[in-house]
């Protein structure tokens, strides 16, 4: 079955390291974004990729970084830089229009700091 | 970018019929009307999609008026399970999915 595989599901991090979230999918599609969640709120766009080797930072960039090596693969790494990285992300990819069926999305992973 | 407003939250019974408004009065000409349903601890998943008049399919029903200024997410005969968020999205597909904005969406709670 096509998807989009995040890894790990529950992730833990000490203060002042640099974690890196998984995102994979085998649904051939160009475009790639990373979300993030908090409690009760909406979906807030980190960085997107429309193309391999290419990616541009959405609304909360900071303290975030990513690569697109390949179609497939949009892993996201948290830095020691991101304040407050206590969150729920979202990785989802689509078609590069959205015309048939949007955004698919991940199952999520959730990052707690401790 | 469009702008929406939605409820920011709806109770209904299960078995009645469930409708939702969203408010996008800047609409531009090219731009579609998505509606997204997330569950706890899930990524969103598209319900359905529409440019105007009426669009239906096995899961909603999709409202949007001649002006195109809202539209109205219709859930029938909802169960304890469509206990959700619902996003509403406006933007214009053909250009990619990064313009488009996640508000914070209707919490949707079904009782027995």
Redesign the interface.
């Known amino acids: 079955d096509g998807g989009i595989t995040q890894s790990p599901k529950y992730l833990f991090r000490k203060e002042g390291q640099n974690v890196t979230l998984s995102c994979e999918q085998n649904l051939n599609h160009d475009?790639m974004?990373w979300?993030r969640q908090d409690p009760?709120?909406?979906?807030?766009?980190i960085y997107?990729s429309?193309i391999v080797n290419d990616f541009?930072k959405?609304d909360i960039a900071e303290g975030y970084s990513v690569s697109r090596e390949k179609k497939e693969s949009f892993p996201l790494t948290v830095t020691s830089a991101q304040k407050n990285p206590t969150a729920?992300y979202?990785?989802?990819s689509?078609p590069?229009?959205?015309?048939v069926?949007?955004?698919?999305?991940?199952?999520?992973t959730?990052l707690t700091v401790v | 970018l469009a702008k929406t407003t939605q409820p920011i939250s709806m109770d209904s019974y299960e078995g009645q019929e469930v409708n939702i408004t969203c408010s996008h009065n800047n609409i531009a000409t090219n731009d579609?009307i998505?509606w997204?349903q997330q569950f706890p601890?899930?990524?969103?998943?598209?319900i359905i999609?529409g440019y105007k008049t009426k669009v239906t399919n096995e899961v909603a029903s999709l409202f949007i008026p001649a002006d195109r200024k809202s539209s109205t997410l219709s859930l029938p005969r909802v169960s304890l399970s469509d206990t959700a968020v619902y996003?509403c999205l406006v933007?214009d597909?053909?250009?990619?999915?990064?313009k488009?904005?996640?508000?914070?969406?209707t919490r949707l709670f079904v009782k027995a």
Do not use: E, K, M
């Open positions: 475009a974004y979300y009760g709120q909406g979906l807030r766009l997107y429309q541009q959405g729920f979202l990785c989802a689509s590069r229009t959205l015309l069926d949007g955004y698919t999305f991940g199952s999520g959730r | 579609y998505t997204y601890s899930q990524g969103p998943r598209f999609q996003y933007g597909i053909n250009t990619g999915g990064f488009t904005i996640f508000g914070a969406g």
